[in-house]
């Protein structure tokens, strides 16, 4: 049996996932022809602005980016170049550009789903590890606060970092990241066809796994998700991976 010796500022983390944003909001014009001061009330408009095109209109939306979802244009006289761009951000009750929450995670589902793909392939099953579980909720609410897909925490912090902060320590870790999926179905099929993310999916050196969802309506992604998968440290236990922090 070998042994292995704790080095915890050398800790062997693996984290060879390739960050890939696979969704994106866009912004949208919308064209409006009621009489003015007849626009819904508490529709998300947040800026007027006077132009003399839809490309215009369309390049502020763009600009004020995330905040900004769509834009509906108004031109009371068609006679006149003039038109009236509101920028909407999607908020209020009955907003232009609606916000939509993303489908509630289904944790047992994405476990059955996971381990069904895993056995397709002859590779064991995973079980949930409620430490995985909150490191990646950990990660997931930082970047969704900062608006970003990283691996790296705004604190700096990896994957491992985070996991060992949780209590957790491992022979092998892999995380993966996405941004933009409105439900489950679509994040693990984004995986599936990435090949980096796909490994960390398909990895046979580990057995318990990780995942979380933050829902930031206010940033540009929305959705935040974050997978860990790992097994946990045991002398007897020896990685057949490379225990080097891979770049993404």
Same mark, same amino acid.
């Given at each position: ?42 529709? !998300? ?12 209109? $369309? ?9 900004? =979802? ?11 170049? $003039? ?22 995670? /289904? ?14 392939? /002859?590779?064991?099953?995973?079980? *949930? ?7 990646? $909720?950990?990660?997931?609410? /930082? ?12 604190? !700096?912090?990896?994957?491992?970092? =985070? &996991?060992? =902060? ?19 179905? /679509?994040?693990?099929? !984004? ?18 796994? !990780?995942?979380?969802? &933050? *829902? ?28 080097? $922090?891979?770049?993404?």
């Amino acid at each position: 049996m070998k042994q292995r010796t704790l080095n915890f500022k050398k800790w062997a983390t693996v984290n060879v996932a390739v960050v890939t944003t696979f969704s994106f909001i866009s912004a949208g014009v919308a064209f409006a022809t009621p009489p003015i001061g007849q626009f819904e009330v508490d529709d !998300g408009t947040y800026n007027i602005q006077t132009v003399i095109s839809t490309e215009a209109c $369309e390049a502020l939306c763009k600009a004020d980016s995330p905040k900004c =979802r769509g834009s509906v244009i108004y031109q009371a006289d068609t006679s006149k170049p $003039e038109m009236l761009c509101r920028l909407n951000n999607g908020f209020g009750e009955n907003a232009a550009f609606p916000r939509t929450p993303p489908e509630t995670l /289904d944790f047992d589902r994405a476990l059955a789903d996971l381990n069904a793909y895993r056995a397709s392939k /002859d590779l064991k099953a995973l079980v *949930y590890n409620d430490r995985l579980n909150r490191a990646s $909720e950990v990660h997931s609410r /930082d970047i969704a606060n900062a608006g970003i897909i990283s691996h790296t925490g705004t604190d !700096g912090s990896v994957s491992g970092d =985070r &996991i060992q =902060r949780q209590g957790y320590y491992f022979s092998i870790a892999a995380e993966n990241v996405a941004t933009g999926q409105m439900n489950w179905a /679509d994040v693990f099929d !984004g995986w599936k066809k990435s090949p980096g993310h796909n490994e960390n999916l398909l990895r046979d050196d580990v057995s318990e796994f !990780g995942l979380a969802l &933050i *829902y930031e309506p206010t940033t540009a992604h929305s959705t935040y998700w974050t997978m860990l998968v790992a097994h946990p440290f045991d002398v007897g236990y020896t990685s057949p991976a490379n225990t080097d $922090e891979a770049n993404e």
